[in-house]
């Protein structure tokens, strides 16, 4: 890439798209580049960068809601968020440790790649607390879709698409979402020396019971002494985390610990050391580990998580652990990416996809990084694609 | 003059080969699935607008998505227009016919295919209810959260069709936050899958742009949902106010606080009297608001969450205070909250408005909406989704006079505008169909509704789709 593009306004990116899609020049779409690698390499000229499109719009904490230039600093919204103690419930994940990027992730990019972590299975994902967005197009036209209210069914929910569409659809330029309060408490309770079948059992369990569960992990024998240490019993660690009211997260602690203490010893970990571990979750800790080794993200139906685990452990080198009750497979290769493989059984266990999140650029190169669609609906995404940007200059390649 | 909604022209090459599309169908379907005498296609002109009425070509009732798909086909083929349609109680006109039209009907397709507690997931047919899928599968401890007030008769289907809220999406969120996935065909017969049991799907999100297209970009014929597992307890409580002013800004606290109950419900007096009267649920009648606010979880943690709630309602001088004192009692205060629309209706027509607003906004839209109302000579009754600001004004008049209606209309306008003005939406849950299609100039710009439209056409490139709902009449791009 010769150069970037950082326009300062909204109107000025425009201008830019407009040039760009004038003369068919690809252009490569970044927030804070911490997740360039993700995806297939862009095929493209000239960076487009949301940098200095910057700053946080309105923020309401009494109705939930923040507005915001898709430029933002996380670190700015996460702090503004935390004085008035509110979060993002979806709790997006900082891809920094394991693609080994340095740079400040922005808004923008959360949304754009539609970036979920661990309360992924109350709270929802990303897409489901933007409510509204603004976002330039192929042909340089400023568009908006949604608003800043909690319900809102008024046209085609473009914000659904444009977020995840890993700038491949629009410039996002502002987006509004909701924000939720802090939970005052919350602890974790762990379950030693399930193996990963029990887990997904257990947890399938737990997630039955009305102690409304927000974070379900089975971390395994391999990797469980990065989050929970040495002091406690051997084995796998399955963690199940509860927040609220304090009064209220103490009953439910019992009452879950109860249920786990039937089949394997457990412990409960206070608020601080909750805090702790979930964001070590979420940021995928055992694998910010400074290697290439290909780095998978599986999303499969919960229970068949460890399955398909079971099923690769037979053909080769592979570290692995679970979030989302265990539907969520981070899976660590030891040598080979080995996709064709791995995307054959998820096929084989009823289904789900696998995103090549980390590896050398040679892997890349050679491997697709999103799970292939089944023909009729390859054909309407790229129907689609030619509806938003017809010449084609967003990010080629990306997703493709 | 009353100005009426308009539907598209009648595609005459259509209406003059109805004979022969009636026999080709009929060649399609097996027997007793399809409708094409006059008074078999009556019950179908129109949906819970009933301000509108036109009486469709044909009813095609199909039982497998193969048969869809084989409408869908030959409707594509020869340019006909499609109308998806579920139980028919769209409030927005979203699944009124045209004349021009073959209306697929969902009802034939009402099995549930598939109950699986581990991955808390269901699969159902499209025409399947909304209550029917918490029916099958409450004895084992779960429910399907999305709860529209119609939901012993809409259906899932339907619900995807507008993305339907409900009393209790204020913590679990409307029906795109709960659909996995959907086995759906497009408008030339290929049958798509999107989602499935997994949490997350690869590529773009076509699921959430699929929820709530108003039957535009295919008919979905399965889906996958999520259950969530059953609170250990729930309660209602009704907070009474002397003022409506004061039940909002209590609403706009409670929310601002941190606290999220599961349901906080408005009804204003005129509500209270008609629902009270049918239901006997034991509401106040002495007082001008009701808020029923539920709070669910183990004894403790109602008790804890209700002392917050009360002392921010008493900040906000509220008259009355009732926990509902038995299961049977809560059970009344929501039948008495679900049945408001049927209620209303025994006493008058009425047109229901589903704006949402910013919870600031609450009770400066509340006094607009009064004088509006006011200033037509018309009578109002609100009863809505308070926590997440999506109000329902029922505008009442008679239906039998003409100018009452345009009167009606007229203010519904003034009202949704108003909505919009106040850093809201035109509707909340109910839908654009065609009741505020013309009024989508009002929230967005033509180039806005250009990309829609153009999303619109990479599904239906025709237009064949539910052709004269949600984008204005002009503006359209020439086909
Ligand atoms: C293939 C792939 C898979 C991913 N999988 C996961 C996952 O499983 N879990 C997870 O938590 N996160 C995932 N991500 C995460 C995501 O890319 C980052 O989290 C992103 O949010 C970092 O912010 P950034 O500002 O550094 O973005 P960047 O690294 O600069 O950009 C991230 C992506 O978003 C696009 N983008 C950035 N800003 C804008 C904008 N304003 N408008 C339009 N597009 C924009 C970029 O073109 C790029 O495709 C995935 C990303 C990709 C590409
Ligand atoms: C008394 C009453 C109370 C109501 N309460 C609520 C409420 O609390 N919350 C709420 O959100 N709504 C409410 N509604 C509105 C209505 O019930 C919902 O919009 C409901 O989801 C419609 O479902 P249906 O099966 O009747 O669909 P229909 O009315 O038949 O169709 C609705 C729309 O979906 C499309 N459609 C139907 N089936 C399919 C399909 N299989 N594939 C694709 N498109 C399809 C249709 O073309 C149409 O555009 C209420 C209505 C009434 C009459």
Redesign the interface.
Known sequence: MSMNFEPTSEAEAADIIRQAAAHAVPLAITGGGTRSGLGNSVRAERGLSTRRLSGILSYNPAEMTMSARAGTPMREIEAALAGNRQMLAFEPMDHRGVMGTSGEPTIGGVFAANVSGPRRITAGAARDHLLGIRFINGSGEAIKSGGRVMKNVTGLDLVKLLCGSHGTLGLLTEVTFKVLPLPPAAATIVAFGLDDAQAAAAMAHALAMPVEVSGAAHLTESVRYRFVGTSHPEGAATVLRLEGLPASVAVRAEKLKAAFAQVAPATVLDHEATEKLWRDIRDVKPYADGTQKPLWRVSVAPTAGHQLVAALRLQTGVDAFYDWQGGLVWLRMEADAESEMLRRFIKGIGGGHATLVRASDAVRAATPAFEPEPAPVAALSVRLKEKFDPKGIFNPGKMG | MPETIAFLEPKPSVLARRQQIVEDLADILPPGCLISEKRGLVPFETDAFIAYRQVPLAVALPETTAQVAAVLKYCSRYGIPVVPRGAGTSLSGGAIPQSDAVVIGLSKMSRILDV??????ATVQAGVTNINISEAVSAD??FYAPDPSSQLACTIGGNIG??S?GAH?LKY??T??NLLGVKMV?FDG?????G??????????????V???EG?LGIVTEATVRLL????GSRPVLFGFMSSEEAGSCV??V??S?I?PVAIEFMDKPAIGICEAFAQAGYPMDVEALLIVEVE??E??ME??LASIIAIARRHGVATIRESQSAAQAALIWKGRKSAFGATGRIADYICMDG?????QLSYVLKKTSEIIDSYGLRVANVF?AG???MHPLILYNINDPEDAARAEAAGNDILKLCVDA??????????GIE?RDL?LH???Q???N??M??????DPQWIMNPSK??PLEGRPAA
């Open positions: 699986d507690f581990a991955n808390r997931t401890g779960f507008m993305n809220g999406c969120g409307v795109t936050n497009l290929t049958v798509i899958e999107l499935g049991k997994a949490l997350d799907a690869p590529g773009y999100d076509l699921l959430g742009l929820c709530g297209s535009q597992a059953k609170p250990e706009a606290e929310i601002g941190g999220i979880g183990s403790a943690e804890a969450m949402t607003v910013p919870l600031g989704h997440d600001g999506n850093g809201g939406c035109l509707t909340g849950e109910h839908g654009v505020k989508m929230q967005f710009e180039v806005d509704l990309q829609q153009a999303a619109r056409a990479a599904f949600v984008f």
